[in-house]
């Protein structure tokens, strides 16, 4: 069982900065592959960005060259670091930790990005 949870979010402004974390308990952490999604209001879920446990990334299109996630496996913690934010990046941000071998997946309870003026 892993247990996620999610901070960092808030109210930002066009352009500016945010950066989450997302602190798992409960197992081996360096297991699992990492992710990020993000839900819009009266939009579905949607990845944004992923980190292997060998620390590979990969980036939905729409963030690329604007977001970059990270993991530090000795802290148990995965980040996304948030640059250049436009008002479509506001959501619900959620981390998702999954482990194929073992077909399991877990879900934090998310944490809310507003970008506005």
């Known amino acids: 069982q892993v247990q996620l949870v999610e901070s960092g979010g808030g109210l930002v402004q ?6 989450l974390s997302c602190t ?11 992710g990020w ?11 944004v960005a992923a980190i292997t446990r060998r620390a590979v990334p990969d980036y939905a299109d729409s963030v690329k060259g604007r977001f970059t996630i990270s993991r530090d496996n000795a802290e ?6 948030m640059d250049n934010l436009k008002p479509e990046d506001t959501g619900v941000y959620y981390c998702n ?10 879900w934090g309870k998310g944490t809310l990005v507003t970008v506005s003026s």
């Open 14 to 19: 066009p352009g500016g900065s945010l950066r």
């Open 24 to 34: 798992a308990s409960g197992s081996i952490f360096s297991s699992y592959l990492m």
């Open 37 to 47: 999604y993000r839900q819009a209001p009266g939009k579905q879920r949607e990845l």
């Open 76 to 81: 148990n913690t995965v980040y996304l670091q």
């Open 97 to 106: 930790a999954a482990l194929a071998a073992l077909g399991v997946d877990y």
